[in-house]
């Protein structure tokens, strides 16, 4: 089988992290800032297309608002610390997630990072902020309502690829594989239209500690999975 084409990972296990080394929860998410760093590095190095990382949730405005802060100060961080460098690695940028609702400064730093980098050839990092998958099916689906209301399209036009072409992630491949690190086992509103046919792995390591080595083993892993996308394999047409 060949490499994945996209891997979207939930990076989860910062606060046990943290609090594993009598830190506070900012300074799991810190480290998870370099393990961040480190994986987008590993995956331009691998030669893999796509890489989404959910950064932040729809559901994560509910943290404290001191752990709000940090979050978005870490995105700001990364974009004001990164963004040169990801452009000269010839990195695309793009953000999922819904733009309302988040501050003016960071919706200017999304805007610059998408556009600065958007001509770039090389790895498409998404990055999931503000994302919800509920969110933007709904999203999607009133969209269309409102291009059938118009008599833009007609009710028979309303078919999976509209609806995956209005999604955040359009023209972005659904993801081969999906990782979660901290030993949970659930999707969290993650990419749930796209996730229909991607392989998981849920690795026991915290976020802050995942390194290249993982991304390469899970990989590995993955090449040995057998993926039939609702058909059947050949082995078992020819017996
Ligand atoms: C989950 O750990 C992680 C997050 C909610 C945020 C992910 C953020 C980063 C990796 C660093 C920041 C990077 C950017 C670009 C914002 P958790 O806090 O839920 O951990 P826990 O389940 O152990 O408490």
């Given amino acids: 089988m060949s490499n994945p084409s996209h891997i979207a990972i939930i990076m989860d296990g910062n606060g046990r992290w943290a609090k594993a080394r009598g830190l506070p929860r900012a300074a799991g998410h810190k480290a998870g800032l370099e393990a961040l760093r480190d994986t987008i590095r590993a995956a331009g190095k691998m030669g893999i297309p796509f890489l989404t990382l959910f950064a932040f949730s729809s559901e994560n405005w509910s943290r404290p608002r001191s752990e709000v802060s940090d979050l978005m100060g870490l995105l700001k961080l990364f974009i004001r610390r990164d963004l040169a460098e990801l452009h000269r690695e010839n990195v695309r940028v793009r953000i999922i997630g819904e733009r309302e ?23 498409t990092l998404v990055i999931a902020f503000n994302y919800g998958s509920r969110n933007e099916i ?7 309502l409102a291009d059938v209301s118009a008599g833009v399209i007609t009710q028979a036009d309303v078919t999976a690829e509209a609806i995956s072409a209005r999604l955040d992630t359009a023209d972005i491949p ?17 990419l749930l239209w796209q996730a229909a046919y991607s392989e998981f792995m849920f690795l026991p390591c915290y976020w802050p500690d995942f390194r290249s080595t993982h991304l390469a083993e899970a990989i590995e892993t993955f090449h040995m999975r057998e993926r039939r996308f ?10």
Avoid: H, Y
């Fill in 230 to 239: 609702g058909g059947v394999n050949q082995q078992e047409i020819a017996l």
């Fill in 101 to 123: 609702g988040l501050a003016k400064d960071i919706r200017g730093l999304l805007m610059e990072a998408e556009t600065l980098t958007g001509r770039n050839t090389g790895l």
């Fill in 174 to 190: 659904d993801p081969d594989l999906i990782i979660r690190t901290s030993g949970e086992m659930r999707l969290s509103n993650f």
């Fill in 138 to 144: 709904t999203r999607a689906v009133q969209q269309l």
